[in-house]
């Protein structure tokens, strides 16, 4: 559970930084569910953290009771507790639908996205394997078992944030948006001519050579 709450509160925090720091507003509601998922996880651990985390939900549904528009929000953060994936799906596409160049934005989005997802999937199968599972149940203190979970939480952010940025740095290397694609048309362009003017001028430079060495055969 430790690992759930950490990667959840971690992704949550990095996510609302993006909301509230940079146009990519999409995120919002994925921000919502992966804080409602940390406190939902949280609730179910047996100490003070678990205690708190029950108690502040359980004063929420008491406050939402009777209070449809309450109700429904809280309705809402438990959906998209359920949906983060789809939803960061979705705020790709809105990040898409605000681009200027929508076509290297799409492009850019699906490698990152499937960057990310193909290195969680990595993780989860790692985590999650007959020799980690071994490890956990072989471990009988249970403050060194919760140390191991926050640690694989704190690792599968890290990996997570690492595969999806290799995959958009991929993606501006592969598709460039159109301003750029302009701008090293220009590069191209402006060194093609210079090796032409290059190549005109050492061709007049030999001719003028042979030239002058005709006269002084003469």
């Known amino acids: 559970m430790y690992d759930v709450i950490v990667r959840s509160t971690l992704f949550g925090l990095r996510n609302a930084d993006k909301v509230m720091t940079t146009n990519d507003k999409g995120r919002l509601l994925a921000d919502v569910g992966q804080f409602t998922k940390a406190a939902q996880t949280a609730a179910q651990l047996d100490n003070v953290l678990g ?29 998209a507790s359920n ?94 948006q159109r301003k750029q694609k302009e701008e090293n048309k220009k590069i191209l362009d402006k060194a093609l001519k210079d090796f032409k003017s290059t190549q005109k001028a050492m061709k007049e430079q030999t001719t003028n050579q042979t030239l002058d060495n005709k006269k002084v055969s003469a």
């Not at 029950?54 to 009777?66: E, H, K």
């Not at 926050?150 to 690792?155: E, K, N």
């Open 83 to 176: 949906h983060v994936n789809p939803l960061l799906i979705g705020a790709a596409g809105y990040r898409v639908a605000v681009a200027d160049d929508k076509p290297q934005a799409l492009k850019r989005e699906a490698l990152g996205m499937t960057s990310m997802f193909i290195g969680e999937a990595l993780m989860s199968t790692a985590f999650n394997s007959k020799y980690m599972t071994s490890v956990k149940s072989m471990m009988t203190n249970k403050y060194a078992k919760a140390a191991l979970l926050i640690l694989q939480g704190v690792a599968f952010v890290a990996g997570s944030i690492a595969s999806s940025t290799l995959g958009y740095k991929l993606g501006d290397k592969l598709f460039p």
């Open 51 to 79: 205690k708190g985390a029950s108690a502040a939900l359980d004063a929420m549904n008491c406050a939402a009771n009777g209070h449809k528009v309450l109700a429904k929000a809280g309705q809402v953060a438990t959906w």
